[in-house]
């Protein structure tokens, strides 16, 4: 069965940083592509980082250049690294994997609240 568990969220100013996590059980993260997605209320839910088998990381220009996406394969854990976060990052965060970068695949993490302060 495969779990994922995202943490990390929390409230900060403009202009700020947070480090998502995702720890996945019941998988690898080496060996399966994974994505960060985000949905801000009355929104639909939205990519915000990609990284699939081979090949580089995927962004949307929303973040691209201030949001950074990784693994660490001996934590079998993805992170979301952001930063110069904006108010319209504010939202609910969650770690997806089993699909690829047009597509989500079916299995989500709970999600974690960023809320970017003006």
């Known amino acids: 069965q495969v779990q994922l568990v995202e943490s990390g969220g929390g409230l900060v100013q403009a202009g700020g940083s947070l480090r998502l996590s995702c720890v996945a059980s019941?998988?690898?993260?080496?060996?399966?592509?994974m994505a960060w997605y985000r949905q801000a209320p009355g929104n639909q839910r939205e990519l915000v980082a990609f990284?699939?088998?081979?090949?580089?990381?995927i962004y949307p220009n929303s973040v691209k250049g201030r949001f950074t996406i990784s693994r660490d394969n001996g934590k079998n854990t993805v992170y979301l690294q952001m930063n110069s976060l904006k108010p319209e990052d504010t939202a609910v965060y969650y770690c997806?994997?089993?699909?690829?970068?047009?597509?989500?695949?079916?299995?989500w993490g709970q999600g974690t609240q960023v809320t970017v302060s003006s």
């Open positions: 019941g998988m690898l993260v080496s060996l399966n592509a």
């Open positions: 997806n994997t089993g699909g690829n970068y047009k597509r989500a695949g079916t299995t």
């Open positions: 990284a699939g088998s081979g090949g580089p990381p």
